[in-house]
């Protein structure tokens, strides 16, 4: 792909600025509008006025075993140690997840090492299982566990996140929190590589997009539309390559409709206290409208005394026109969604020179490390590596 080495990537969130990046080392120019203030998308970090790092739009924790992606972000960051460690509070209760050994000695102290012999019997070479599995065993023991693991831990909170019955939500959701069979406190036990960049994610990707051949436009007016399967940016014809990375939906004018998404109001309290949880996220199934709760300096391992920040977060249904909600945080995957999606991408697949990556434009949720992953397989396919 040359067409003058020129392309244009529309959106700075971690996807287009690692596509930016590797472009950018082939020697391409690279222009890359960004209609915020600030690079990073919804990773983006900054220091309140106490000195306390903390995520505008809800924690991230960096995790992955993909060698290529860690070697990637290492020559831009450095990790800090932090390993998430999250409690849910049930009926007083606070019970580590994901649900491990311990956590069923805190829900059924009588029966849990019955109910953990049976497991490691049942499992002998797995570290983790599903809910799912979980609910097959034919126990009564394991059965009331389950019962009450469904009801107090993933009912609540799953529905309330997804402003839908529990039943009704894709159970490869539900699947992405495993039951550990081990007494392992880490919520990614699986991850090789996990923390917080030091300096915070804002900085690392401005690291990633700092090079000569970058030509980052903050708080862009630019447009980009699309006109008989050509594309225009301000009405100027562009053959050169475009990557977009913002809602689908939008850039075709919605005229399918607008594709649903949940969003989250988060709210930010400071608190004159050196700790005010045990670990850096606690979730509240229980509570009626707020999901979870995330204290900073835990995961940026800040030696801040007297005083931490913490955010709350309350889900609801992504509208532009919300003051609460009009930002995109979670696609609903499900067939009628997917199907709409579909339509759109069928429309983007018809322009030559125009490239969709990144969860908004492909209606994907994505971890970091995935994200990452898929524009390293973008510019791979396209670039015939």
């Known amino acids: 792909m040359t067409n003058n080495k020129i392309i244009h990537i529309f959106g700075a969130g971690i996807s287009g600025c690692t596509l930016a990046r590797l472009y950018a080392s082939k020697g391409y120019k690279v222009n890359l509008y960004e209609k915020k203030g600030y690079v990073g998308g919804n990773c983006y970090d900054f220091y309140d006025e106490h000195g306390v790092l903390v995520h505008l739009y809800g924690p991230h924790i960096f995790h992955t075993n993909n060698e290529d992606v860690f070697n990637f972000i290492k020559d831009y960051t450095t990790l800090n140690s932090y390993k998430n460690k999250v409690l849910v509070n049930v009926k007083n209760k606070l019970i580590p997840l994901p649900i491990n050994f311990t956590s069923i000695k805190v829900i059924d102290p009588v029966h849990a090492d019955e109910i953990i012999n049976i497991l490691k019997e049942k499992f002998p070479n797995q570290k983790t299982i599903t809910i799912f599995d979980l609910k097959s065993i034919d126990n009564e023991h394991v059965k009331s566990l389950t019962d009450f693991i469904f009801a107090n831990v993933y009912a609540n909170y799953s529905s309330k996140m997804w402003g839908v019955k529990f039943e009704e939500i894709n159970p490869a959701i539900i699947n992405r929190v495993k039951v550990c069979l081990d007494y392992e406190s880490d919520y990614f036990p699986e991850d090789k590589y996990q923390g917080l960049p030091v ?13 000569e051949n970058i030509n980052l436009i903050l708080n862009s007016q630019h447009v980009l539309s699309i006109k008989d399967n050509q594309t225009f940016i301000d009405n100027e014809l562009i053959t050169q390559p475009i990557f977009y990375c913002g809602p689908i939906d939008e850039l075709f004018n919605y005229q399918f409709g607008q594709l649903p998404y949940r969003s989250l109001q988060i709210k930010f309290e400071t608190h004159n206290v050196d700790s005010f949880q045990q670990v850096g996220v606690v979730n509240y199934p ?55 999606y579909c339509q759109y991408q069928d429309l983007a697949k018809q322009i030559s020179n125009l490239h969709l990556i ?16 898929s524009v390293f397989d973008k510019f791979k396919k396209l670039n015939k590596i």
């Open 199 to 211: 300096d915070g994610y804002t900085k690392m990707i401005e690291n990633i997009i700092k090079h």
């Open 358 to 373: 990144g969860r908004l434009a492909e209606y994907k949720y994505y971890d970091m490390d995935d994200a990452i992953i």
């Open 286 to 340: 229980a509570d009626p409208t707020m999901t979870r709760i995330t204290e900073y300096k835990k995961m940026s391992l800040q030696n801040i005394k007297n005083i931490t920040t913490i955010s709350k977060e309350y889900p609801g249904q992504f509208d532009l026109n919300s003051q609460q909600f009009n930002t995109r945080y979670y696609p609903i995957v499900n067939e009628k969604n997917t199907n709409l």
